[in-house]
């Protein structure tokens, strides 16, 4: 079986959320399993400089008039997973995020840069002597590629069906209509039934409508998308769709995120006697944070993208609750500049007991997991979730909204004996301060503490299990095909 992963994000290449983590491990363990999985992602210089490259390179020519282009051949530096670096310098010769030009600034021909992607993909993909390989299945990722199907069915060739995975329908790749014709696609599209949506074009709408199979991240999420809330106006399509909507839980790479060797900690973590690892990552994780008084305070860990989806603006107001209770709060993210602002402020006016580091930063996100007792996760929405995945795998127990992927990975402890972390209802101020306060009680419990912590890292969220499911997908399609 030969699959095609596109993204536009691939760990430990380019990561900028979640998306980046599952397009990296996942092909991987599809590997693990006997399927030729392959990686497309554009040679932004920090791929280039991270991969390992074959020096083989095949050209494409100029498939949008935007200037030559070539995929660079070679493998993952941590999996060996083979991969292409789409290489086209005037679209992806550029530092930093792949999307901003700066923070909260989207590159403005980022619809050229994503539909060459695409159209790189659909070119791997159909019939023709482009390659000696060819997918079964193309598994597209998100709006950057949405328009893949889009492609391919606008050619009248052999096509490979396209599985389409929305990690995030709240980004729709949104642009005006003139841009069908530069980028290529027949302007027919263009209607209800095509890419269309209120008047302007969306790549996401593109992938959901052309492709073979949809799928989310999570189970509720699948569901949730299928409403008027979370469906953004696209849930009639979604509905409509409804039994090619598959619901799978992402999980994580469990080598990069082990408790016992992961060298980012200041000591490693025994799932069978946690407290003697958390004790020492939580005093090292507090030192770095700058915060004062000893191990028996409770501590709160934050890991996000600053975004209206995360909640981070209900935590803020929460903050009085959480100090009240004699806890203390770690953040690291970023993201929107008023959140990074109120949130320093907050650290200045409470120095040593609230911690905040603004930027991006892969080390301390493994500290912060590994010494926070407690993970806020009050996202909005949340398709699938990361975080609390690896909160669990380190012992730290996870505070989250029941909604999306957290509702589906975090069991309530207010629920029965085998609780994994607190669980609230509601994306308000008062839902998140109660949760705080349930969390606080929980902590000041040692022995039901303890309980959640083993119970939490006994969890498995290998990839296995959903890599199977996936598997199972793609063998469905290619049986229709
Ligand atoms: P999303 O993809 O919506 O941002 P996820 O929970 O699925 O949410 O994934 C977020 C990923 O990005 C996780 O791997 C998390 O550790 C990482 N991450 C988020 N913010 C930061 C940061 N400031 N520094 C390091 N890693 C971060
Ligand atoms: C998106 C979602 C997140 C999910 C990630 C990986 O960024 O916001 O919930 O975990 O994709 O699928």
């Not at 290449?13 to 979640?18: A, E, I, R």
């Not at 709408?205 to 008027?228: C, D, L, N």
């Not at 005093?283 to 008084?293: I, N, Y």
Request: glycine share 12%.
């Amino acid at each position: 079986m030969k699959i095609l992963f596109v993204s536009s994000e691939v760990y430990p290449l380019v990561k900028t959320g979640g998306l980046g983590d599952v397009a990296g491990a996942l092909p991987a363990a599809l590997r693990a399993m006997g399927v030729d999985a392959r990686i497309l992602m554009p040679a932004y210089p920090d791929a280039m400089g991270r991969a390992t490259l074959t020096g083989r390179t095949l050209g494409l020519g100029d498939p949008l008039g935007v200037g030559e282009t070539r995929l660079l051949e070679g493998t993952m530096p941590d999996t060996g997973c083979p991969l292409w670096l789409l290489d086209c310098p005037p679209m992806y010769e550029r530092s930093g995020d792949p999307y901003m030009v700066y923070p909260g600034n989207d590159w403005p021909d980022n619809f050229k840069r994503f539909a060459l992607l695409s159209k790189a993909a659909a070119m791997i993909g159909a019939a023709g002597d482009l390659m000696d390989w060819r997918p079964d299945v193309i598994h597209a990722h998100d709006w950057q590629t949405g328009l893949v199907p889009a492609y391919l069915k606008a050619w009248s060739v052999r096509r490979p069906p396209v599985l389409f995975t929305i990690h995030n329908l709240h980004y729709m790749g949104i642009f005006g209509q003139e841009i069908l014709e530069i980028v290529g696609l027949p302007l027919d599209q263009f209607s209800i039934n095509g890419l269309e949506y209120h008047g302007l074009v969306s790549m996401l709408k593109a992938g959901i409508q052309y492709s073979q199979a949809v799928s989310t991240v999570s189970p509720s999420y699948a569901r949730e998308i299928q409403g008027p809330q979370e469906g953004r106006g696209l849930d009639g399509l979604l509905r409509q769709r409804g039994d090619s909507i598959h619901g799978i839980l992402n999980g994580i790479d469990v080598d990069a995120w082990n408790p016992l060797t992961d060298p980012y900690l200041a000591a490693p973590i025994d799932p069978t006697n946690p407290e003697p690892g958390k004790a020492a990552n939580k005093a090292a994780l507090k030192r770095q944070m700058g915060l004062d008084g000893n191990g028996s305070t409770p501590l709160f860990g934050i890991v996000s993208r600053f975004v209206e989806q995360k909640g981070i603006d209900l935590v803020l107001g929460a903050i009085g609750r959480l100090l009240g209770e004699g806890a203390q709060l770690a953040v690291l993210g970023s993201g929107d500049r008023n959140l990074e602002y109120e949130l320093n402020r907050a650290a200045s006016h409470h120095p040593g007991r609230i911690g905040v580091h603004i930027g991006y930063d892969e080390h301390l996100s493994h500290l912060l997991q590994a010494g926070s007792d407690f993970l806020l996760v009050p996202s909005r929405f949340e398709p699938c979730g990361l975080t609390q995945l690896y909160a669990l795998r380190y012992g730290t127990a996870p505070v989250v909204r029941r909604t999306g992927g957290l509702a589906d990975s975090v069991r309530s402890v207010d629920e029965g004996p085998d609780g994994t972390g607190v669980v609230f209802d509601h994306a308000f101020i008062d839902a998140v301060e109660w949760a705080i306060g349930r969390a606080v009680s929980l902590y000041r419990d040692p022995d039901a503490m303890a309980r959640v912590r083993r119970t939490a890292m006994a969890q498995d969220f290998s990839w296995k299990r959903s890599a199977e499911e996936y598997f199972g997908l793609y063998t469905d399609l290619m049986a229709r095909d």
